[in-house]
């Protein structure tokens, strides 16, 4: 199975300012025939499911607030939000799709501080 | 713009059987992967499996550490698709998810539902 792990653990930043989050593939999310991450990141609020917010690495979903960013190829990813908003408190996972069975990291607490 | 519901028991004792059905609205089944995600508590995501279904063909697909207990099927005159868990154990214990693939990746989820093991 290709294992994924996100760092840090939890995060607290202040309102304003910018928040990183990592995540690391155990092996590459990149399909070579189609040049593509197979790689999501989802935002999840206390009570309910997840949301997605960016596929292919770096393709942002409809409606998502341009203030998130996403980038990263091969296995070392990152989720970026430029400027810390209090609805943006949630946790944060990401997720390969490339190979079945299809993981998840272990989820990145973002706080304010 | 496309609505998924789960329902079923919230409460399996241990080594039964683990049914919820998935009802999907504002869409067809035909064309998608259908999928069922799991979130035990405090823990990370888990993958349970997926069906596929175009036309006449289904084919599925499941999580390894799941396969020999897992059937995921489809119900099309109802437009539902529906999850067994055989044999379950306090383990299993956790919020699960329908959800529906859309670009290769799992975009639309229902709100989940609770299932605790528990005798």
């Known amino acids: 199975d290709i294992v994924v792990t996100q760092s840090p653990d939890s995060l607290t930043v202040s309102l304003g300012e910018r928040a990183t989050i990592n995540c690391r593939t155990s092996?590459?999310?990149?399909?070579?025939?189609?040049?593509?991450?197979?790689l999501a990141w989802y935002q999840q609020k206390p009570g309910q499911p997840p949301k997605l917010l960016f596929y292919?690495?770096?393709t942002r979903e409809s409606g998502v607030p341009d203030r998130f960013s996403a980038s990263g190829s091969g296995t070392d990813f990152t989720l970026t939000i430029s400027s810390l908003q209090p609805e943006d408190v949630a946790v944060y996972y990401c997720?390969?799709?490339?190979?079945?069975?299809?993981?998840f990291g272990q989820g990145t607490k973002l706080e304010i501080k | 713009q496309v609505h998924l519901q789960e329902s079923g028991p919230g409460l399996v004792k241990p080594s039964e059987t683990l049914s919820l059905s998935c009802s999907v609205s504002?869409?067809?089944?035909?064309?998608?992967?259908w999928s069922w995600i799991r979130q035990p508590p405090g823990k990370r995501l888990e993958y349970i499996g997926f069906?596929?279904?175009?036309?006449?063909?289904?084919?599925?697909n499941y999580n390894p550490s799941l396969n020999s207990r897992v059937t995921i099927s489809l119900d099309t005159p109802k437009n539902q698709f529906s999850l067994k868990l055989k044999s379950v154990t306090t383990a299993d214990t956790a919020v699960y998810y329908c959800?529906?693939?859309?670009?290769?990746?799992?975009?639309?989820w229902g709100q989940g539902i609770l299932v605790t093991v528990s005798s």
């Open positions: 292919w690495a770096s």
């Open positions: 092996q590459s999310a990149l399909y070579d025939s189609t040049k593509q991450n197979y």
């Open positions: 959800v529906r693939w859309r670009d290769d990746v799992l975009a639309n």
């Open positions: 997720h390969q799709y490339r190979r079945a069975p299809y993981t």
């Open positions: 504002g869409g067809s089944l035909n064309g998608y992967y």
């Open positions: 069906i596929y279904y175009s036309g006449s063909t289904n084919y599925t």
